[in-house]
């Protein structure tokens, strides 16, 4: 009876897989066809922009767009901080037990030193390694958290299971490249370093699909160190309520809209390029709440944010690394954002980052949709 569970969850693991591919791929090239464009010109690989996306600045919306994130994030923020003032007035909040720092770890540690010197300083002799340097750099970062939350007492899903775990990278790898299909439509990033553009298609997957695959992992492991921090997400388990009537009619209206928004981004790219990240964590929390599945949002009809929260912030956190170590690498991408190319944080404008944060709840359910991974963050 459990096995034939558990064929059953992979089977609908699999068409949800490929009901969210299909809908990704052909979505904006529906908008592009109403557009009167030609959509056979962005079926390629590698998927590169025709060109990039125009770099401006316009007051009115990039105050817009700030108003808009502001007005998102402040509820959630003025939540912790209050439920944190509480604590603090109260009784202590209960520590985590510490597990030690393993040895593995250390070794993560000082390779994450070693190959980040290679990355940014031009040593004679080691371009070949610096230019593939973004993989094992972020496969160290993903050693040096995992040790870190198991020195703080959490749950490391390297070391409970470890098939899982190494399930992501391949899944990781196919996450991305829909997302450089879609930056075909909008152009927001273009990879500039030497190594990376020139090369034919067969060199470029096998350059690429390496770094590609280190994402899903990344986020996940960040999510759950920062869940061994209860002062980060205090409050947020007894939240905003939503408990929509009718959930299977509101889960399709979800499908809808965010399939819409993968059409506009193809009609008019300059306005709607934002919704590259938030139409495919709709399609797929909708897909699954229509599947009847347990998804990240499950727990609002009961005030539960934690879990949306700690992996919005993993991936912000994630996203300043990867920008911080894109300044002087020599495989590296520039960003083109339009009505918002200012105030830049190492290559990435300012309003740039609130692209993570969507960002980071598709990690979560795009691991839970490829690898049956628990879209809940790994408390002690």
Request: net charge positive.
């Amino acid at each position: 009876m459990a096995t034939e569970v558990l064929e059953g969850r992979g089977r609908s693991h699999l068409r949800q897989t490929l009901a969210v591919v299909a809908l990704m791929i052909m979505a904006p090239l529906l908008g592009r066809l109403l557009a009167g464009g030609d959509p056979g010109v962005y079926l390629r690989f590698p998927p590169r922009p025709l060109e990039p996306a125009p770099g401006s600045f316009s007051l009115p919306v990039f105050t817009l767009y700030a108003v808009l994130i502001v007005g998102t994030l402040l509820p959630f923020v003025v939540r912790i901080i209050v439920a944190n003032r509480r604590t603090t007035d109260g009784e202590p909040a209960p520590r985590t037990a510490s597990a030690g720092w393993p040895r593995w770890g250390s070794v993560a540690l000082v390779a994450l030193l070693i190959v980040w010197v290679i990355a940014w300083v031009p040593i004679p002799g080691l371009e070949a390694l610096r230019r593939y340097s973004f993989t094992p750099l972020w496969l160290a970062y993903i050693g040096v958290i995992s040790a870190w939350i198991r020195q703080r007492g959490g749950r490391v899903l390297l070391c409970e299971q470890p098939r899982r775990f190494l399930a992501l990278f391949p899944a990781s790898a196919l996450f991305w490249y829909l997302f450089e299909y879609l930056n075909q439509f909008t152009g927001n990033w273009i990879y500039t370093g030497t190594g990376v553009a020139e090369h034919d298609a067969l060199n470029w997957f096998v350059r690429s699909a390496l770094p590609f695959s280190t994402v899903l992992p990344a986020v996940l492991v960040t999510r759950d160190l920062f869940a061994t921090w209860p002062t980060l997400s205090r409050g947020l388990d007894d939240f905003i309520r939503i408990s929509p009537p009718r959930p299977v009619a509101t889960a399709w209206a979800v499908l809808v809209a965010g399939g819409l928004g993968l059409v506009a981004i193809a009609i008019r790219p300059d306005t709607f390029f934002s919704l590259v990240w938030v139409g495919p964590p709709m399609l797929i929390v909708a897909i699954q709440a229509i599947s009847g599945e347990r998804h990240l949002f499950s727990g609002v009809a009961t005030g539960q944010w934690r879990d949306a929260w700690l992996a919005v912030l993993a991936a912000l956190f994630c996203g300043l690394c990867w920008e911080l170590w894109n300044v002087f690498s020599l495989a590296r991408w520039t960003y083109h954002i339009p009505n918002a190319q200012v105030l830049h944080i190492f290559e990435m404008p300012l309003l740039g980052y609130a692209g993570y944060l969507p960002f980071g709840l598709t990690c979560v359910v795009a691991a839970q949709l490829l690898t049956g991974t628990d879209p809940r963050a790994r408390y002690d």
